[in-house]
């Protein structure tokens, strides 16, 4: 007998193969048409991290969706070199937003025009950035002391652009401004696809723990129905599970646990579904991951940028790991690959024998 569901009323004929395929991807997370994960990790945009020698190693460890750094508005309008670059992307990436920031409303919907050039699949919104140089001219986090302005600003970007749109943005200006349970709905309801809520008030900075109680607020409202993935102090495997259960998010933006360990989507992801740790990469897992980072670097910038914009990594890539200073010193030091790859070719073997003669 054929395995054949007659649903009636709809006058379909479907079989238990596609009902299964169906319910299985209605636990899927969708970003406009955008198809994710069922629960995905995002790589949150850092500036002078989330670069594509970065993204590629995030993304070949687990990162499901991948912004670029954070892109001034006025840069791209004036075709700054360095926003410019910024707008590289390939094809392995995807699916891939470009981040933008501004505070003006026409600059913002000319930056999103250049954005979509560069042929990304999502436009986000930079709404959560809280340094001084930013926040204090209206652009990021400043924009939070503005919420008319915010809504406006989103609902005319998203008019302006056939990709979906997505925010990332923060609970509130400060303590007595956490309004973000009616500000995404606000902005929902002008059209973005997907918010992500780091949660912290700008005033906080990174200071402090990330109250979460908000973020799930916004996620059990029943007026919302995008995305809602939540940001701040995802620091291990054992928190991504219990920000997941305990605040029901559709998904976790990791940012700064990543720096220095691209592993850890694979990780969280590993934790998630089996609740046991994977192993710590070993010494040569991180030489061989930082070797790749540093060719990537020296590819996409020239030797002598791809050098120097290496440095601010490699303490974060060998952390925890005893009289590496004298070593680290010589890494941020050394102006040539040959050098440099001398340097971390022998390092685990160095360091081997150090171990023995200890």
């Not at 636990?27 to 629960?39: D, M, P, T």
């Not at 007026?223 to 559709?250: Q, W």
């Not at 010193?329 to 340097?343: A, D, G, H, R, S």
């Amino acid at each position: 007998m054929s395995k054949i569901t007659v649903f009636h009323d709809l006058n379909l004929r479907i079989t238990l193969k596609e009902v299964n395929l169906i319910c299985k991807n209605t636990l899927l997370v969708y970003i406009g048409n955008i198809k994710l994960a069922e629960f995905p990790l995002l790589l949150a945009p850092m500036e002078d991290v989330s670069d594509p020698p970065f993204r590629a190693l995030c993304k070949k460890h687990g990162a499901d969706l991948m912004y670029t750094e954070f892109i001034s508005s006025e840069g791209l309008i004036r075709d700054a070199t360095k926003s410019i670059q910024k707008l590289d992307i390939f094809e392995y990436e995807r699916p891939i937003g470009i981040q933008i920031f501004g505070s003006d409303i026409e600059s913002m919907k000319k930056a999103t025009a250049v954005c979509e050039t560069a042929n990304p699949d999502i436009i986000d919104i930079n709404y959560g950035c809280p340094v001084k140089k930013v926040a204090c001219k209206g652009s990021g986090a400043g924009i939070l002391q503005d919420i008319p302005k915010m809504v406006s600003m989103t609902k005319e970007i998203v008019k302006s652009t056939s990709l979906p749109v997505t925010v990332k943005t923060r609970l509130g200006w400060d303590e007595n401004s956490k309004y973000i349970v009616e500000v995404a709905e606000r902005l929902q309801d002008v059209g973005i696809k997907a918010i992500s809520i780091h949660g912290r008030t700008r005033s906080q900075m990174y200071k402090g723990e990330a109250d979460w109680t908000l973020i799930g607020d916004v996620k059990n409202n029943p007026r919302m129905h995008i995305p809602v993935f939540g940001n701040g102090d995802i620091s291990s495997p054992e928190k991504a599970l219990h920000f997941k259960n305990r605040y029901g998010v559709d998904g976790l933006m990791i940012g700064r646990a990543s720096i220095g360990n691209p592993w850890f989507f694979n990780q969280v992801k590993h934790y998630l579904e089996k609740e046991i740790n994977l192993p710590i990469p070993s010494l040569k897992d991180k030489v061989d991951t930082v070797i790749e980072h540093l060719k990537f670097s020296i590819k996409w910038k020239g030797e002598r940028l791809g050098i120097l914009e290496m440095r601010r990594h490699y303490a974060n890539y060998f952390r925890g790991i005893h009289n590496f200073k004298q070593t680290r010193f010589k890494l941020v030091t050394l102006e040539t690959q040959i050098e440099l790859m001398e340097v971390l070719n022998v390092l685990p073997e160095v360091r081997a024998a150090s171990a023995q003669i200890s």
